[in-house]
């Protein structure tokens, strides 16, 4: 009744924007209307590949990691990471852990060796009273009963020898962090006199060392290690080095020459392997006779220590991963979300496998019929 004539323009931005807000309300929606919640079978996958009593088939898979400036990223998270990982429920000959070294630090090339020689102490305990998660900072750390389903009498004396020698080692790892805070004016030094080529991180060769495997130290029990190996890849001034992607790059082409396993599942290095069984879940989907060859990669959920679970909305990646990425699955896939995802390595080449050539077709020509009973007579 009482029009304002200078509050159309005003009137015409609202209802516009009213209108995208509800398009792009519609957009969201729809990737939500078809979710996929899908399940796995163990015992399937084991009694398939992995029959006890018999050489494993499950196909081999190479963990990266990637960090880039330890500093800023604790090395003893990335301990953890590595820990978590040589400690997975997995034929040893078939997991191998490359870690990118993007900073070309000497204080990750000494944290790694650190922790392979913890490992050897550290992976036969959580193989032995099935310890979960398998990364000795969130395990110990954990509110929980841990002597609940535990029935070897032994567990208890060597947990807490176990929990002392990491506290050991952590002890060893913050000198190491505090040396490496004083860095000397003419760079570091090696072991045996000669300079560390990462003295440069932005101009240095590429460096690769093994630490352990089938060629290197077994655990306390005797038992072989997965493989171990530090990469930190070659750096020149004037070229663009593509961070992460090309961390990636550079441990794809290096585990393609050591290992080359058809899988890669990749990680940042404070995310470690909550559940041990992890990479025999994937297995299920990525070494199915009929949906393996067809697929890319498949994704993990992340999941953050220290976050009120039951709070959906404060926690941004519940609704991500259990909603909209179930939604995804529904159309075409869930996306790529940077980590925790395990790749086809087929699938990350860029092409189709070689085809082998197509045999001539067989034909028969006419024979005489003395050549057919002399061959016979030879036979």
Not at 57 to 84: C, G, M, Q, W, Y
């Amino acid at each position: 009744m009482t029009p304002a004539n200078d509050a159309i323009p005003l009137w015409l931005v609202s209802v516009i924007c009213e209108l995208w807000f509800a398009l792009s309300w519609i957009l969201d929606q729809l990737p939500k209307w078809s979710p996929v919640t899908r399940e796995t079978y163990l015992d399937r996958l084991a009694l398939r590949y992995d029959r006890e009593g018999e050489p494993s088939r499950l196909s081999p898979i190479d963990f990266f990691v990637s960090t880039v400036d330890p500093l800023k990223e604790p090395p003893i998270i990335t301990a953890n990471t590595v820990l978590s990982i040589l400690a997975v429920d997995y034929p040893v000959d078939r997991n191998s852990c490359y870690v990118s070294d993007d900073g070309a630090s000497m204080l990750c090339f000494d944290t790694l060796s650190e922790t392979a020689e913890f490992a050897r102490r550290w992976v036969p305990f959580c193989k032995k009273f099935a310890i979960e998660p398998r990364a000795p900072e969130f395990y110990f750390s954990q509110k929980i009963d841990y002597l609940k389903d535990k029935v070897q009498p032994t567990f208890v004396k060597e947990r807490r020898a176990m929990k002392r020698e990491y506290e050991e080692f952590k002890v060893r790892i913050n000198g190491l962090v505090a040396k490496a805070e004083k860095k000397p004016e003419e760079g570091w030094v090696m072991q045996d006199g000669t300079p560390w080529p990462g003295n440069n991180t932005r101009d240095h060769p590429g460096m690769i060392q093994v630490y352990l495997g089938s060629q290197g130290a077994l655990d306390v029990e005797g038992h072989e290690l997965p493989r171990l190996v530090y990469v930190s890849r070659e750096k020149r001034p004037g070229h663009n080095h593509h961070k992460k992607a090309g961390a990636m790059n550079a441990l794809v082409r290096v585990s393609a020459v050591l290992t080359n396993a058809p899988f890669i599942l990749n990680l940042d290095c404070d995310h470690y392997v909550n559940n041990s069984k992890a990479v025999r879940e994937a297995m299920c989907f990525l070494m199915d006779p009929q949906l393996g060859k067809k697929l890319c990669y498949v994704q993990f959920p992340q999941r953050f220590d220290g976050i009120d679970l039951h709070d959906r909305y404060a926690n941004r990646n519940v609704v991500f991963f259990d909603i909209n990425m179930k939604g995804l699955d529904g159309i075409q896939g869930p996306v790529y979300v940077g980590t925790g995802c395990v790749f086809n390595r087929q699938a990350l080449y860029g092409y189709d496998p070689p085809r082998p050539e197509k045999r001539p077709k067989m034909t028969s020509a006419p024979r005489a019929p003395g050549v057919l009973q002399e061959a016979g007579q030879e036979g």
